[in-house]
């Protein structure tokens, strides 16, 4: 398909319209909704309660919650209905329906425990099981700049998860060492 035989296009669609789209047309809006907990739950609990708690996983409308310390989980079983309330103020109710609180060792920051150095994700190859996936997940766009955008930020991300996954094994064998 050329320039000249689309149609005039009114307005650039953000990314996140684009994608959600995709999401929805292949059954997996609902899923990421739910996730979006993870990203409410140190505005839903305040900073203390985040400080000393980590969501871990949704199963069933559970949210499960790793906790610091037994003090803090018989705190939170009595500020469960509170923090339900709060989680279906900003996700809707009926999306977290319960809580299911677990000790365990919080990591100070989640989202850079165990990640790759700075562009060590670049240098991943990828397998050709998820190179399948990539090319089974984008087998219905037909639109190749779509499918060419989509199949790069596959890509990237396929690479990232794989470098973090490597960088957390090597930084797990060393400290068993």
């Known amino acids: 398909m050329t320039k000249s035989d689309r149609g005039r296009m009114f307005r650039a669609l953000p990314l996140g319209e684009i994608l959600e789209q995709v999401l929805k047309e292949r059954g997996l809006?609902?899923?990421?909704?739910?996730?979006r907990a993870f990203s409410c739950w140190a505005r839903a609990v305040g900073p203390q309660v985040a400080a000393q708690t980590q969501p871990l996983r949704i199963r069933d409308g559970i949210l499960e919650v790793r906790v610091a310390h037994p003090v803090?989980?018989?705190?939170?079983?009595?500020?469960?209905?509170?923090?339900?309330?709060?989680?279906?103020?900003y996700l809707g109710p009926g999306v977290i329906n319960d809580l299911y609180l677990r000790q365990g060792r919080i990591e100070k920051n989640p989202s850079t425990t165990g990640a790759?150095?700075?562009?060590?994700w670049k240098s991943i190859k990828l397998g050709p099981?998820?190179?399948?996936?990539?090319?089974?997940t984008l087998a219905t766009v037909t639109d190749p700049d779509l499918r060419r955008n989509m199949e790069r930020v596959m890509r990237r991300q396929a690479q990232v998860?794989?470098?973090?996954?490597?960088?957390?094994?090597?930084s797990a064998?060393?400290?068993?060492?």
């Not at 079983?77 to 103020?89: D, F, N, S, V, Y």
């Not at 064998?173 to 060492?177: I, L, R």
């Open 29 to 35: 809006s609902d899923r990421l909704h739910k996730y």
């Open 129 to 136: 099981a998820e190179e399948e996936y990539i090319a089974a």
């Open 161 to 170: 998860e794989k470098a973090r996954r490597e960088a957390q094994k090597s």
């Open 116 to 120: 790759p150095t700075p562009l060590a």
């Open 173 to 177: 064998g060393s400290s068993s060492s």
């Open 72 to 89: 803090w989980m018989q705190q939170l079983q009595l500020l469960k209905p509170r923090i339900l309330a709060r989680l279906a103020e």
